[in-house]
Each structure stands twice: as structure tokens, then as C-alpha cells.
């Protein structure tokens, strides 16, 4: 039973960056594609990114909203990963989401079976 816990959230403005965390606890960490979501209020939960390991190297992709602005990376070693935002916008609000699941990562929430509660990202104009 993988166990997902994230950090890092908080009030910024817009431009501002933010680091989020994932640390995970039990299960072999490299096994597992690490996804992360967001999801603001009345809204659908979303993809931002996700990050796969083959053991040796990682390999990152993006939602088109996050392409550019967003960075993904792990490291296996300490079971963490992070999500780097730079260029922060208002539409970035939402309580954002780290999942894991077997294999490689996955934009569609559903393939994944290991949640984190969520933390918050709230971003002023």
C-alpha cells in the first residue's frame, strides 16, 4: 500500500513560483508513475503532469497549461517528487493532487489507485 502525502502549497501572487512535494511511503517508488492533478472548485479534476521511471532515467510529460511553466522530477532515492510552477496565474488555483500507480504515468485520474490528500495553491491577481 503505496501512502501519498503532499507539501507545499500556499497564497501567492501571480508571477510568483511554488514548489509542491509528494513523498511516499512504502512500496518501491521507481515501480511507480507519479501524476499530478488539480482541481479547483466545481470543477473536474484535472491533469497537470506526471513523471515515469524505467529505473535508470525519468521521463516527464505535461498538460498543454502546463507545458512550459510547470517542471516535474523525482527522485527515487528519497521516494519525493516535485512539482516546480514558475509563472503562477489566478487560473491556477486549486487543490492539487498527487497519484501513483503501477507503471508508467497516466493524464486519466482513474489509472491511478494511490491519492494524496491534496494541498492547496491559491494565487492573487
Known amino acids: ?14 508571477g510568483d513560483s511554488l514548489t509542491l512535494s ?10 511507480y508513475g507519479i501524476g499530478w492533478f488539480r482541481q479547483a472548485p466545481g470543477k473536474e479534476r484535472r491533469f497537470v503532469g506526471g513523471i515515469s521511471s524505467d529505473g535508470r532515467l525519468n521521463y516527464a510529460d505535461y498538460s498543454d497549461s502546463a507545458k512550459g511553466r510547470f517542471t516535474i522530477s523525482r527522485d527515487n532515492a528519497k521516494n ?34 494511490y491519492w494524496g490528500q491534496g494541498t492547496q495553491v491559491s494565487v492573487s491577481s
Not at 500500500?1 to 501571480?14: F, H, N, R, Y
Not at 496565474?89 to 503501477?102: G, M
Open 22 to 31: 509528494c513523498t511516499a511511503s512504502a512500496g518501491t517508488f521507481s515501480n
Open 1 to 14: 500500500q503505496v501512502q501519498l502525502k503532499e507539501s507545499g502549497g500556499g497564497l501567492v501572487q501571480a
Open 80 to 113: 519525493t517528487a516535485h512539482l516546480l510552477m514558475n509563472g503562477l496565474k489566478p487560473e491556477d488555483s486549486a487543490v492539487y493532487y498527487c497519484a501513483a500507480k503501477f507503471g508508467w504515468s497516466s493524464s486519466y485520474y482513474r489509472d491511478y489507485n
